[in-house]
């Protein structure tokens, strides 16, 4: 049975989305429609009656916007809130910056597959000196020795659960309905760690921006439902197609 409420939420489209360049850790802002996807979600969460009583972000102002957007429309603004780079978006490495068509086209659908959507395959290192380089930010002071030059799922995994372990279950545990505001690929891996799905079958797993998606874990912290279930599920499944689609002409 149901005992704990936890709504994942990504991002509203971003610049770099619209733009259909690989993003990463390059801190880029929401578009109109961005915002726009941003309050349906707050209005969808008020109209279910999910009312957030803890935020957990991400360093990045896409997922800290689409945040602050949606809670100030659910009239939730003012609850506390938790910022980690545990939850950012997984580091594309040396593609953050490249147009994700143009990358399909030089290296073939199956590398570009490889790349954005294999377990344990990470795309090259980015140069510290790249111009879309996090090196020496100060908001990853805290990161140190763990920042990475480049990340696969595998990666992200293994730096976002100690964070969901040591800061988001203790919420859940006390019950309160915890909002977690990310990315594509950083959902993806607590996804598959809620679900248990498999290296394999995690590869064709997208996630929408802007949709708020439900989970309602057992006691053992299990989905009572495998999947969540999204609260707008019909423009979940066109938008899934979209991401799926990404990098296709
Ligand atoms: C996108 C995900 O991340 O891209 O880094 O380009 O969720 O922050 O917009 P997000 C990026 P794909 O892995 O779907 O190509």
């Known amino acids: 049975s149901a005992e704990y409420t936890l709504v994942l939420l990504r991002h509203g489209e971003s610049e770099w989305n619209a733009k259909n360049l690989f993003t990463g850790w390059v801190d880029v802002h929401l578009t109109e429609k961005g915002q726009q996807e941003a309050r349906r979600a707050g209005e969808q969460l008020l109209a279910e009656g999910l009312l957030p009583d803890v935020v957990h972000t991400s360093l990045l102002r896409r997922a800290i916007t689409t945040a602050n957007v949606a809670l100030d429309v659910a009239d939730r603004h ?6 980690t780079w545990r939850l950012n978006e997984r580091h594309y490495g040396a593609l953050q910056g490249l147009d994700k068509a143009a990358t399909r086209d030089k290296y ?6 490889l790349w954005r959507r294999s377990f344990d395959t990470p795309p090259p290192p980015i140069d510290p000196d790249d111009e879309y380089s996090q ?9 140190d020795g763990d920042m990475p030059l480049t990340e696969c ?3 992200v995994i293994a730096r976002m659960l100690p964070y969901w372990e040591s800061a988001i279950v203790p919420d859940l545990r006390e019950r309160r309905t915890v909002l977690v ?4 690929n950083s959902l993806r891996a607590l996804v598959k760690h809620l679900d248990g799905i498999s290296d394999e079958d ?16 057992d006691g053992d912290l299990r989905p009572v439902t495998a999947g969540g279930r999204y609260l707008d ?3 979940a499944a066109a938008a899934i197609q979209a991401v799926a689609n990404q990098g296709k002409h």
């Open 78 to 83: 003012w609850i506390p809130v938790h910022r």
């Open 153 to 155: 799922l595998k990666d």
């Open 181 to 184: 505001a990310a990315h594509g």
């Open 233 to 235: 599920p019909e423009a």
């Open 108 to 113: 073939g659908e199956e590398q570009f597959m």
């Open 135 to 143: 090196a020496g930010d100060p908001r990853y002071a805290e990161a």
């Open 202 to 217: 995690i590869v064709g797993l997208n996630i929408p921006t802007g949709i708020p998606l439900l989970y309602e874990l």
